[in-house]
C-alpha cells in the first residue's frame, strides 16, 4: 500500500512546513505534549498531499484516525525503538474499531533528531523539533489491522501496555 512510497520519500523540512506546525501547536493541536511531537505528521501531511484517495480526517475523528485510505480508517504512528508504546486504554481503540471509525495502525521509523542524541540533549523533550533544511528520510514498518495490534500488546502494571514491532513484522509481515 505505502511501503513503497514511504521507503523512497526524502523530504526536506521548509520554512513554510516548520511555521506551519508552530502555528498550529500554538492553536488547535496545543493538545499535544510538546511541539516536537506534532512533527511527526509530516508524513501524514506528504501522503494526505501526494496519494490518491487519501484524506486527513477532521473533527472528533482525527483523534482517532489520522488518514483515510479507501476503505481503511489510519492511524500513523511514529516509533523510535521496537516498540509501541500504548498511549490509551485498549478500550478506547477496541471501541473505535467496533465502531468502525480506526481500522488500521500503520508504523514508520525516521532519522528526525532524537534527544538521545548530544546535540538535542538540552531542549528537555525526547524528540527535537526539526529544524528547517532537514532532510527527513522514513521507514515504513508495516500497517496492521486493529485487532491484530491488540492481541500482541503486552501488558506492563500501571501502564496501557506496548506491543513490539517486530513481533508483528514475524506474525502478519510488513504489510
Known amino acids: 500500500m505505502f511501503r513503497d512510497y514511504i521507503n523512497s520519500l526524502k523530504l526536506t523540512v521548509t520554512e513554510e512546513m516548520y511555521k506551519r506546525h508552530d502555528e ?10 510538546s511541539r516536537a511531537n506534532m512533527d511527526s505528521e509530516y508524513l501524514e501531511d506528504n501522503i494526505i498531499e501526494n496519494i490518491d484517495e487519501a484524506v ?13 485510505y479507501r476503505n481503511m480508517k489510519i492511524d500513523f504512528k ?16 477496541l471501541d473505535a474499531f467496533q465502531k468502525q471509525k480506526l481500522t488500521h495502525f500503520l508504523f514508520f521509523r525516521s532519522n528526525r533528531p532524537r534527544n538521545n542524541q548530544m546535540e538535542y540533549k538540552k531542549t528537555g523533550d525526547y524528540y527535537a523539533v526539526i529544524p528547517v533544511g532537514f532532510e527527513l528520510q522514513f521507514e515504513y514498518l508495516g500497517c496492521y489491522d486493529v485487532m491484530q495490534v491488540l492481541n500482541n500488546i503486552e501488558t ?8 513490539r514491532i517486530e513481533t508483528l513484522q514475524e506474525k502478519y509481515g510488513a504489510v
Open 24 to 33: 498550529e501547536y500554538a492553536g488547535p493541536k496545543s493538545t499535544y505534549s
Open 56 to 68: 486527513r480526517f477532521t473533527g472528533p475523528q482525527k483523534f482517532l484516525a489520522d488518514v483515510s
Open 78 to 93: 511514529e516509533i523510535a525503538t521496537q516498540w509501541y508504546h500504548v498511549k490509551h486504554p485498549t478500550s478506547r481503540y
Open 156 to 163: 506492563e502494571p500501571g501502564r496501557n501496555g506496548k506491543v
